[in-house]
């Protein structure tokens, strides 16, 4: 257990319907200081429409949020002071430079950080002076992070911060993440990239159809699995009595388009009979791979749907 004054927010019982749609349908959850909490979930899951109501952009039906050590029915402006939002699509006029926009942020606030150091956290002190329609789409994404950073925020949201961004812009996003956390903010994040929740999170809470139907570390998620472990590999034209077969090699497999994946207790057990198989029908086993349940794995079982469908 944690003891309250590590807890920075504290959501009980939060919903927000859309007529018959229960966008965020009574989720509870406790975010602790200085730490990363992950919102994970598929398209449509309700982690936009919640961290928006954290945010005050939008009013909860139902809920209590505790924040800063209040207990609030719905965020005030002197709450908002303390926090960051990454604006999503954040379309800064592009004949602005990059260091203008920034001071014209700062203008929003009582307190904000210089130029200069803002720029240096998020590696942009070399385009102060570029014009807002030259930067790439990471540099773009760097400059909102340093404009939802510009009032030195205890609490910084991150709604999907890398979607659309190329593997190396991502990367930097990642290493600013660990950098803000390093520095004892909070940062509340939203994702629907498994690889991302494992980099960054401390604490991932697991979001389908409006509800948490599963939260803990990475570790302790993919734990929750069992000891299975994942065995992998790629065939085509397999026919039903195939995966009939594939199916009494290990717990459970399944098939998604020409990716075969198995979950085993009994590692041996499934390789010595999938390589006998493999030989009997003359299908190779390609790009094979053994490894650990990620998360990904654990979406699957818990609602028998992938992560990106
Ligand atoms: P995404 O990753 O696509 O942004 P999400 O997990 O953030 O998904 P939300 O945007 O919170 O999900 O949407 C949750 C559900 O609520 C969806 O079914 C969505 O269509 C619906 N919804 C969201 N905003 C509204 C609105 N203003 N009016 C009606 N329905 C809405």
Redesign the pocket.
């Known amino acids: 257990m944690q003891d309250a004054s590590s807890i920075l927010m504290r959501v009980t019982g939060l919903e927000k319907h859309?007529g018959a749609?229960r966008?965020v349908d009574g989720i509870s959850f406790s975010v602790p200081r200085a730490s990363v909490f992950t919102i994970l979930?598929p398209?449509?899951?309700?982690?936009?429409?919640?961290l928006e109501i954290l945010e005050g952009i939008r009013e909860p039906d139902r809920g209590e949020i505790e924040v800063f050590g209040a207990k609030l029915r719905r965020v005030t402006r002197a709450v908002k002071e303390r926090m960051g939002v990454l604006l999503q699509d954040a379309n800064f006029e592009p004949y602005l430079r990059v260091k203008e926009v920034i001071a014209l942020f700062a203008s929003f606030f009582r307190r904000a950080v210089s130029v200069d150091e803002i720029l240096t956290r998020v590696a942009l002190q070399d385009k102060a002076k570029a014009m807002v329609r030259t930067l790439s789409g990471g540099q773009r994404q760097r400059l909102a992070v340093a404009v939802a950073l510009i009032n030195d925020p205890e609490l910084v949201f991150l709604d999907?911060p890398t979607t659309g961004l190329d593997p190396q812009a991502r990367r930097n996003m990642w290493s600013i993440v660990a950098g803000l956390k390093e520095r004892g903010k909070t940062i509340i994040l939203?994702t629907?990239y498994m690889e991302e929740a494992e980099a960054l999170s401390d604490h991932i809470c697991i979001m389908d159809l409006g509800k948490i139907i599963a939260e803990g570390s990475p570790r302790q998620l993919a734990a929750g699995l069992g000891r299975e472990t994942i065995v992998e590999f790629v065939a085509d034209h397999l026919d039903p009595g195939d995966v009939d077969n594939l199916k009494t090699f290990g717990q459970g497999a399944r098939t998604d388009g020409e990716v075969v994946t198995l979950q085993t207790n009994d590692l041996v057990g499934t390789m010595e009979g999938l390589l006998a198989w493999s030989r009997e029908r003359g299908i190779p086993l390609a790009n094979m791979a053994v490894r650990q349940p990620n998360l990904e794995d654990v979406f699957l079982a818990l609602t028998g749907r992938r992560l990106r469908e």
């Open positions: 859309y749609v966008a979930g398209n449509g899951a309700g982690k936009t429409t919640t999907e939203t629907h």
